[in-house]
């Protein structure tokens, strides 16, 4: 937790045990993209009466990404041995078609299977067959879409990867980790005392966060697939925002063990305490560039709260943002060619993006109270939390702005999001 902090949290009883447990999420799409490629997504044969539909988690799936419009089937049903008549999908608009079918196999596993066609030169561009539980049927209805994203655009797909989040309902504070749409989350970590700032490893098998369970803030590190964790930092005072550098060899965190706020940087194990910076001020919320050669982080320094960037090993430092008089949580998009941050407009938080090359600056949401925000990795997306009619919700945002999706949870307050990387 950073002296920027706008939230307050209230001391409760100790820390109590996690357990696995699904969260439900809508998915609220909104806004149109400047140009978007036409497809239609069919039902699967044999998906009907299902609780999952595979062809309703692929059709927002490619929605939420901004690059893709749906175009109206009428109910159409169709399996990935069809010979689907392509003049008559080109009539409804589509440029693209894909259908595929679900089948019960002798061993209980669910066999999903899918083809893409280009509907304007007819021809078959592929398909992928999936044996998979019945718990693993969303991830397969994922890949699907990952499949057809970089079919059609060339470009790796993120909807199979995951995103950790914190929610907040009466006195209880949950960290889950999710697929990207925020459904099929599992409990983390639970307890009576805050959680915050969660980050992926690079490998995606572990989370670093903070969390006030001993009544201090202490950085821990925890295995995504058995729960076991960690402490890496639980010095004195303050231990706060852990980044992992690009190799996940080192995490940098914000301790205050010699007074004031400033960055450090340990091994993976907790152990070779290194302090990267010596400042009259308060600097905080370091974040790697993807070649690991660059610490961007928070600093009062100059009087307010600005963006500066230094080497990794520490050393001098020079200013990146000079709009506004408080800017605040750098991400580094993991292609190093853009920095997500939050800047106070009068009275609102806002969400910008700064292309680093030319330091053009974009405001993307028109939203009063944005906080944490997250690249996708294939750097195209944004997650990061908000406040819409009276609720704390997640939202994710093309980089021009114009496409959204709001995440509403139905278990409280939801914030800190951190968008995991490929691997899964």
């Known amino acids: 937790m950073t002296m920027w902090s706008r939230r307050s949290f209230m001391a409760v009883p100790a820390a109590a045990a996690a357990w696995p447990v699904m969260a439900q999420f809508r998915v609220d799409i909104s806004g149109v993209g400047a140009t978007q490629f036409p497809i239609a997504v069919v039902a699967f044969d044999g998906e009907a009466g299902r609780t999952q539909q595979v062809s309703a988690i692929v059709r927002a799936d490619l929605e939420r990404s901004g690059q893709f419009r749906m175009v109206p089937t009428d109910g159409a049903v169709l399996n990935e041995r069809a010979n689907p008549v392509m003049t008559a999908w080109r009539s409804r608009g589509a440029d693209a078609l894909v259908a595929g ?54 470009e790796r797909g993120v909807f199979a990867t995951r995103i950790a989040y914190v929610t907040q309902a009466a006195q209880r504070h949950t960290l889950w980790v999710a697929d990207s749409d925020g459904e099929g989350a599992q409990v983390a970590l639970a307890s009576a005392e805050p959680i915050i700032s969660p980050a992926w490893s690079p490998d995606g098998r572990e989370l670093a966060y903070v969390s006030f369970e001993t009544r201090k803030p202490v950085v821990y590190a925890q295995d995504v697939a058995t729960g076991q964790r960690r402490p890496i930092a639980s010095y004195k005072g303050s231990n706060s925002a852990p980044a992992w550098s690009p190799d996940g060899q080192q995490i940098a965190a914000v301790l205050t063990r010699d007074g004031l706020s400033q960055i450090y940087t340990l091994n993976r194990s907790g152990n070779n305490l290194r302090r990267l910076t010596t400042s009259a001020g308060i600097d905080t919320e370091p974040a790697f560039t993807p070649d690991g050669r660059s610490i961007y982080f928070v600093s009062d320094r100059g009087g307010s709260p600005q963006i500066y960037r230094m080497p990794a090993a520490g050393g001098s430092a020079e200013r990146v943002t000079f709009s506004g008089s408080y800017n605040i949580s750098p991400a580094i998009s993991p292609d190093g060619r853009w920095m997500a941050y939050i800047t106070r407009d009068g009275g609102a938080f806002r969400l910008q993006l700064m292309e680093l090359a030319s330091g053009t600056v ?32 997640l939202m994710t945002t093309t980089l021009d702005g114009r496409i959204k999706a709001t995440l509403l949870s139905n278990r409280g307050d939801v914030r800190e999001p951190a968008w995991g990387p490929y691997g899964r």
């Open 101 to 154: 079918s679900i089948t019960r196999l002798a061993d209980g596993r669910v066999d999903v299977r899918f083809k893409l066609w280009d509907a304007v030169r007819g021809q078959d561009l592929g398909g992928e067959a999936h044996a998979v539980a019945d718990a693993d049927l969303r991830l397969a209805a994922h890949r699907i879409a990952d499949y057809i994203y970089e079919k059609l655009t060339g």
């Open 362 to 393: 974009t405001t993307l949401t028109a939203t009063a109270h944005d906080e944490s925000p997250s690249f996708a990795p294939n750097s195209r997306l944004i997650v990061y939390a908000t406040r819409v009619n009276g609720r704390n919700v």
